[in-house]
């Protein structure tokens, strides 16, 4: 079904080819799982399966060949794919498009939600829904054709564990055999028993490995993980706080934000606390609340310095360094550098974090051109470009593979230790393992 020979892409404006030297055959009916370190070209090349990277975005060469008729599509940034106001529409939409008579449009509808574990009505609105639920959403919109070709983009990274689980059912149940699915994930374990091949990308190189799941437990994988890859039986090490809390930096009390009530809080110095809870419990909600971006319809956020939601945007990026859950709602400028140069940042500091976050070769790019995981890196450094007292992150460490996840998290822990408060929105149990010394968990206090 898929044939690439000396295939290479390199995005318009960039020196390095995001992809290069690529040789794969992909049979029909095969399972096939990406890997690669963050930035080695793995989304790009979906989308180039898909038939989405226009000419005039960049540069091709080699031989890319896709035998198929419907092809369906899965990104990491799901808003990125939702087009109708309404969820029922919105897996409607491409069935409409096809032909498909309304008498087997609706069923279809009903059935591809059901499976991908959709909790709402037809008639929900699709901006009133969680990061996961809408994961959830166009999932079932990709399902819903019965493609022969299921391209999928870390489908489950913003699912709590159990939707998460969940997907990968649906996965099982409603993919006919004879579809041909490749698949990124960053965290393979729960998703060995789903493929049939692993491909391993090398960073600029083409394909490092191909070989079957069972071979990454052996030396292969320790081989593998020492490169950067997520693989099974190679834990991330923990980073615990070195000393005991310390000032309160925000506390919260009765609050309420939009319908959602919130237990009452507090965050001190010296502290990583985790927030935890399946999809649409308020996760991101609660964390733009706390970084004073969203007015409580009830209750209080306070600091020693007043509420945060009526500081001014200077005075507010000074104090409360946000990240939000799609990183390409903070980018504004034109290239990496100018992104974390906004407000005035020194140029030694700027210089400073894109060492420390591996963007340094990446300066001179534009932000909506970089991978997910260096896009999650570029937002996590413009909120520590003003050297925040404390940071709110919301899925701080999606999209990164095992290295850049370590760093991330020896990050974090380095600026706890330092005295900053740290509050990490997350579904990625191994930070709240390695990292977390409180966890919030919205599921038990809802």
Same mark, same amino acid.
């Given at each position: 079904?898929?044939?690439?020979?000396?295939?290479?892409?390199?995005?318009?404006?960039?020196?390095?080819?995001?992809?290069?030297?690529?040789?794969?055959?992909?049979?029909?009916?095969?399972?096939?799982?990406?890997?690669?370190?963050?930035?080695?070209?793995?989304?790009?090349?979906?989308?180039?399966?898909?038939?989405?990277?226009?000419?005039?975005?960049?540069?091709?060469?080699?031989?890319?060949?896709?035998?198929?008729?419907?092809?369906?599509?899965?990104?990491?940034?799901?808003?990125?794919?939702?087009?109708?106001?309404?969820?029922?529409?919105?897996?409607?939409?491409?069935?409409?498009?096809?032909?498909?008579?309304?008498?087997?449009?609706?069923?279809?509808?009903?059935?591809?939600?059901?499976?991908?574990?959709?909790?709402?009505?037809?008639?929900?609105?699709?901006?009133?829904?969680?990061?996961?639920?809408?994961?959830?959403?166009?999932?079932?919109?990709?399902?819903?054709?019965?493609?022969?070709?299921?391209?999928?983009?870390?489908?489950?990274?913003?699912?709590?564990?159990?939707?998460?689980?969940?997907?990968?059912?649906?996965?099982?149940?409603?993919?006919?055999?004879?579809?041909?699915?490749?698949?990124?994930?960053?965290?393979?374990?729960?998703?060995?028993?789903?493929?049939?091949?692993?491909?391993?990308?090398?960073?600029?190189?083409?394909?490092?490995?191909?070989?079957?799941?069972?071979?990454?437990?052996?030396?292969?994988?320790?081989?593998?993980?020492?490169?950067?890859?997520?693989?099974?039986?190679?834990?991330?090490?923990?980073?615990?706080?070195?000393?005991?809390?310390?000032?309160?930096?925000?506390?919260?009390?009765?609050?309420?934000?939009?319908?959602?009530?919130?237990?009452?809080?507090?965050?001190?110095?010296?502290?990583?606390?985790?927030?935890?809870?399946?999809?649409?419990?308020?996760?991101?909600?609660?964390?733009?609340?706390?970084?004073?971006?969203?007015?409580? %319809?009830?209750?209080?956020?306070? &600091?020693?310095?007043?509420?945060?939601?009526?500081?001014? !945007?200077? +005075? /507010? $990026? *000074? =104090?409360?360094?946000?990240?939000?859950?799609?990183?390409?709602?903070?980018?504004?400028?034109?290239?990496?550098?100018?992104?974390?140069?906004?407000?005035?940042?020194?140029?030694?500091?700027?210089?400073?974090?894109?060492?420390?976050?591996?963007?340094?070769?990446?300066?001179? %790019?534009?932000?909506?051109?970089? &991978?997910?995981?260096?896009?999650?890196?570029?937002?996590? !450094?413009? +909120? /520590? $470009? *003003? =050297?925040?007292?404390?940071?709110?992150?919301?899925?701080?460490?999606?999209?990164?593979?095992?290295?850049?996840?370590?760093?991330?998290?020896?990050?974090?822990?380095?600026?706890?230790?330092?005295?900053?408060?740290?509050?990490?929105?997350?579904?990625?149990?191994?930070?709240?393992?390695?990292?977390?010394?409180?966890?919030?968990?919205?599921?038990?206090?809802?």
């Amino acid at each position: 079904m898929i044939t690439l020979e000396g295939y290479g892409w390199r995005h318009a404006g960039r020196r390095a080819w995001a992809v290069r030297g690529l040789d794969l055959r992909i049979e029909r009916g095969e399972r096939v799982l990406l890997l690669g370190p963050s930035g080695a070209g793995k989304s790009t090349l979906l989308h180039a399966l898909a038939g989405l990277l226009p000419e005039d975005s960049g540069e091709a060469e080699g031989v890319r060949k896709v035998d198929a008729g419907h092809v369906g599509i899965v990104f990491q940034d799901p808003q990125s794919q939702l087009v109708m106001s309404r969820a029922g529409d919105e897996v409607a939409f491409g069935l409409e498009n096809l032909g498909w008579s309304l008498d087997q449009v609706w069923p279809r509808v009903d059935e591809v939600l059901r499976q991908v574990g959709f909790g709402y009505e037809r008639d929900r609105a699709t901006d009133a829904l969680s990061g996961g639920e809408q994961q959830r959403l166009v999932l079932a919109g990709a399902l819903a054709p019965r493609p022969e070709l299921l391209l999928l983009d870390e489908p489950t990274a913003n699912l709590d564990p159990a939707g998460a689980a969940l997907v990968r059912r649906a996965l099982r149940d409603a993919v006919d055999a004879d579809t041909t699915v490749v698949l990124i994930e960053h965290r393979i374990a729960e998703v060995l028993d789903l493929v049939t091949r692993v491909v391993v990308l090398e960073p600029g190189g083409g394909v490092r490995d191909d070989v079957p799941p069972h071979l990454l437990t052996g030396p292969l994988g320790a081989e593998l993980a020492a490169a950067g890859v997520w693989v099974p039986g190679h834990p991330a090490p923990a980073r615990h706080a070195a000393n005991p809390p310390g000032d309160v930096l925000l506390s919260t009390r009765d609050l309420r934000v939009r319908h959602l009530s919130y237990p009452d809080v507090t965050i001190r110095a010296g502290e990583a606390l985790a927030v935890t809870g399946p999809n649409g419990s308020g996760k991101s909600t609660l964390a733009l609340a706390l970084g004073g971006l969203l007015k409580p %319809a009830a209750g209080e956020v306070r &600091s020693p310095d007043g509420s945060p939601h009526r500081w001014r !945007a200077h +005075a /507010l $990026a *000074a =104090r409360i360094g946000s990240v939000f859950q799609n990183p390409e709602q903070q980018f504004v400028a034109a290239t990496v550098r100018d992104e974390l140069a906004l407000g005035g940042t020194p140029t030694s500091r700027v210089d400073e974090l894109l060492t420390r976050l591996r963007l340094d070769h990446l300066a001179g %790019a534009n932000p909506f051109t970089l &991978s997910g995981g260096e896009a999650r890196r570029l937002s996590v !450094a413009t +909120a /520590l $470009a *003003a =050297r925040p007292r404390l940071l709110i992150l919301d899925e701080p460490t999606f999209g990164q593979d095992r290295r850049t996840w370590i760093e991330l998290v020896d990050l974090l822990a380095a600026l706890r230790d330092d005295g900053h408060g740290v509050v990490t929105v997350t579904h990625d149990p191994d930070v709240v393992t390695a990292l977390a010394d409180r966890v919030l968990d919205l599921g038990r206090s809802s």
